[in-house]
């Protein structure tokens, strides 16, 4: 582990504009300052999910000031775990990573009330992520 013996998750998607936002700011939320977030895309969008960042509002979560990020080596060569969402070969592959891939559906054109469900399932699956790494 780097950082200070925080371990470090990327969260990894194609567009970094709904899934991987998501995870990011639970995370951030769950993790407290004991772990360090990365999130980012292969091919990032314009913009965030306007969906996405109404949903997250709903549970306090205001990702409104957040924008789509391009993967970077330094990212990928950082992280300690990578949680990949949806990339399929798009994402690459760091060697000596751990993998986690969450099928998650996909919230871009998706009504507010699926993305709501997305962001619940992403919810726990982040909260149980951080909890199996004891931080």
């Not at 470090?8 to 004991?34: K, P, W, Y």
């Not at 509002?57 to 300690?80: F, Y």
Request: hydrophobic share 40%; proline share 4%; with cysteine.
């Amino acid at each position: 582990m780097t950082n200070e013996g925080r371990p470090t998750i990327l969260f990894l998607c194609v567009h970094n504009a709904g899934r991987s936002q998501m995870a990011a700011a639970f995370a951030r939320e769950l993790g407290d300052g004991r772990v360090v977030i990365f999130s980012a895309g292969s091919d990032p969008s314009e913009e965030l999910n306007v969906a996405v960042v109404e949903a997250m509002k709903e549970v306090g979560l205001d990702i409104s000031n957040e924008s789509p990020k391009k993967l970077t080596e330094e990212m990928g060569r950082r992280a300690d775990v990578i949680v990949t969402m949806g990339c399929g070969d798009a994402c690459p592959v760091y060697l000596g990573k751990r993998y986690l891939d969450w099928e998650l559906e996909d919230p871009a054109g998706k009504s507010v009330d699926t993305v709501r469900l997305i962001r619940e399932e992403i919810r726990q699956r982040v909260d149980d992520l951080i909890r199996e790494l004891r931080v």
